[in-house]
């Protein structure tokens, strides 16, 4: 079929979604009932807050403010702004509140719970700025509403009298300081002058900073040339220790990479390997003496001389290149201890001329410093001692409090237990029954689904091996699963009529050595079974039934080094005739596309009732794909806990464009509940 698969969950159907909320319309009610009433308990426990608010102007002028003509760089109107909001936040202000404000007597029993401090008073103050003007919003909190009024318009008043209280002591004593300090600083910077004269005449210095930069250029230089040096000549001396360790033992020399990497030598390696595989395939027809062996053999001789005389003339190249190497970095260590020696002098030199320069630059700046201030003091003689806070609306009693807002918080509450429990619904509807669009994609591109195996826990030390045997409920569930799957071949028109059931993979790990097991297993009790291990690359039914890996098998077979009788074996456990897998050939494919191959396998649907025949997983080897020319069709597993949705979708749909023919498509490891099966029966069927 043309086109990716979309699952039909994918899709919005709105008569569906509120066929779903319908039923579900008492856990949803219940869901929003309980969030709704959790949001209403939580806004009772609320207490009232109240907010009261006064309105003041903050002169602009820099002459009105005494604190401010004395901050360096205060002079715009937000800085103003900025300072007055500093002070009114400010732990003496807020103390000098506390102690002033008297609080009137219908306040005395709430005052009583009130923890009543500085502290507390700055948590409940909040000042904004008026935007685009000189107007500040001092606003207090609290949960009493009289109370919050009384303290705003204490704070503005308060305030008042607090700016011309820290600002007379300053102005009586700056203009006495600042005239001492200018002299000191005038002092201080005629001897600071002299200095820096004296050292330049004494030194014959013009411009140290370069002399510095051109001693630091040339050492960075040295540097990066010694490092790169030093990271060959550690490369070499690598290579010679493991040449040293290799002790003229020629292969062991060619797993040195620097040796392997060489252009010939890897060419005389590909040469050899090319030659030896020759040789391997002519001793499957000839003898050692024949003469077609003997030619092979002395031309690989011939190559492992020539070779050896290239690994030699290699490694005496690299010893000659460590040795001029270790030669240039003793020279560049000299150069970098002369130019280090230099550097130093320059630096100590540069030091001692930077410290009498900035001793003269701060002097400066402090001497210009002052000299501004002492004009500043001489103006504040002239100011008066009028406040610059304005009162423009003084506070009420708030009539409603700011927050909580019991009744958005009731229907925020509200919504979300709504929200809460649609999104449950619909989580616990499609996560329940995740499995089933696995099946869907698959009769999508026309791939019949044989069965559905429940996860199960694997027993065996090496969680790699087939699950052979197991107890308890789960597998017994498995068992019965396997058993639905083999009625359901059986009454298949065309699956009933196939003898050889080819069981394969998308990708490795994926459960089909233990399905191919229990599959021999369950038709054994109605037919003749016997079961191949095809999968010539990973094979593991042998070593599942507890025999040798090396026993045997299928390559002996192919290969004519054995019988047929000697190749299988029959197992009680499973009550079927095993042929293994053999020994582990080079080139599986190979033997897989022998017609030895495809005869044995109509010998045999001559011979037995039914053929379980595991191959290697599709995707990952071509194998598969070979054994089902010789068959009527692929069966293929899929672990629907390690395979995504998406990742399932793509490969099914490779596998159709492929043209690749699937009998049937067996879902393992699904996540079933216990009380979904009766005992011993199938899964329930909605």
């Known amino acids: 079929m043309n086109g990716a698969f979309k699952p039909a969950e994918d899709e919005i159907d709105l008569a569906d979604l509120l066929s779903l909320f319908w039923i579900k319309k008492w856990f949803i009610l219940v869901v929003t009932g309980i969030v709704f009433a959790i949001g209403l308990s939580i806004v009772d426990r609320m207490p009232n807050i109240y907010k009261a608010t006064t309105t ?46 008297s609080i009137p007597a219908t306040l005395n029993q709430y005052a009583s719970d009130f923890t009543w401090s500085g502290d507390d008073l700055l948590t409940h103050l909040s000042i904004n700025i008026v935007s685009k003007t000189n107007l500040l919003e001092i606003s207090f909190e609290s949960q009493d509403a009289k109370f919050s009024a009384v303290v705003a318009n204490q704070i503005a008043q308060a305030f008042m009298q607090y700016q011309t209280d820290l600002m007379q002591p300053h102005s009586n004593k700056s203009d006495d300081w600042i005239n001492s300090k200018i002299q000191g600083v005038k002092d201080s910077l005629e001897v600071e002058e002299a200095k820096l004269m004296a050292f330049r005449q004494s030194q014959n210095v013009v411009d140290i900073a370069s002399n510095v930069t051109i001693a630091k250029q040339e050492i960075s230089l040295l540097y990066r040339e010694l490092r790169e040096l030093n990271l060959q000549f550690d490369l070499l001396k690598r290579f010679s220790q493991k040449v040293s360790l290799a002790n003229n033992d020629l292969n062991a020399l060619l797993v040195i990479n620097e040796i392997t990497n060489a252009p010939i030598i890897r060419e005389l390696v590909q040469q050899k390997a090319s030659q030896q595989a020759q040789l391997s395939q002519i001793k499957l027809r000839y003898l050692d003496k024949h003469p077609t062996f003997k030619s092979m053999a002395l031309k690989i001789a011939d190559t492992e001389q020539q070779l050896e005389k290239e690994v030699e003339a290699f490694i005496v190249a690299m010893t000659k290149n460590k040795q001029e190497v270790e030669l240039q970095i003793s020279e560049l260590e000299l150069k970098q201890q002369n130019a280090n020696d230099l550097l130093e002098s320059a630096i100590i030199q540069e030091q001692e001329f930077k410290k009498i320069q900035r001793s003269v630059d701060a002097n400066i700046k402090l001497l210009e410093s002052l000299s501004a201030k002492q004009k500043e003091t001489e103006l504040l003689k002239d100011i008066t001692d009028s406040s610059d806070i304005i009162v423009v609306d003084p506070a009420i009693t708030p009539i409603s409090p700011i927050r909580p807002k019991k009744a958005l918080i009731a229907a925020v509450s509200c ?44 027993k065996n030390k090496d969680k790699s091996q087939p699950i052979l045997l197991g107890s308890g409920k789960q597998f017994e569930i498995y068992q019965e699963s396997i058993r ?29 050595s233990s ?84 005869s044995m396998l109509n010998v045999l649907q001559k011979k037995y009732d039914r053929i379980i025949l595991e191959c290697p997983p599709i995707l990952s080897v071509s194998d598969a794909l070979m054994v089902s020319k010789h068959v009527s069709g692929l069966t293929l597993v899929v672990d629907v806990q390690k395979t995504s949705l998406a990742k399932f979708n793509h490969d099914i749909e490779l596998l159709s464009h492929a043209e690749t023919t699937i009998s049937g498509v067996i879902l393992n490891r699904i996540k079933y509940d216990n009380q979904n099966y009766y005992y011993g029966s199938t899964k329930k069927r909605t």
């Open 56 to 101: 003041v102007m903050v002169k602009g002028s820099k002459a009105n403010n005494p604190l401010q003509s004395l901050v360096p760089g205060m002079g715009s109107a937000n800085d103003d702004l900025d300072t007055t909001i500093k002070l009114l936040k400010s732990s003496q202000f807020a103390q000098t509140i506390v102690d002033s404000l």
């Open 415 to 458: 919504v979300m237990g709504f929200i809460l429990s649609i999104v449950l619904v619909i989580l616990l509807h499609f996560f329940a029954d995740a499995h089933r669009r696995y099946r869907q994609i698959a009769h999508h591109y026309g791939y019949k689904v044989l069965g559905e195996l429940p996860r199960i826990r694997n």
């Open 484 to 512: 639905s799957i083999r009625t359901k071949v059986m009454l298949d028109k065309e699956l009933g009529d196939q003898k050889i059931i080819a069981v394969t993979s998308l990708t490795p790990n994926e459960g089909k």
């Open 515 to 598: 399905t191919c097991l229990q599959m021999a297993k369950s038709f054994s009790e109605l037919e003749r079974v016997i079961i191949i291990d095809a999968d010539l690359r990973d094979p593991s039914i042998a070593v599942a039934l507890g025999e040798s890996r090396h026993r045997p098998g299928l390559t002996n077979f192919l290969a004519q080094t054995h019988t047929f009788e000697e190749c299988i074996f029959h197992d009680e456990q499973i009550n079927a005739d095993v042929l293994p897998s053999g020994l582990r050939p080079m080139n599986p494919l190979l033997f897989l596309s022998m017609q030895r191959f495809e």
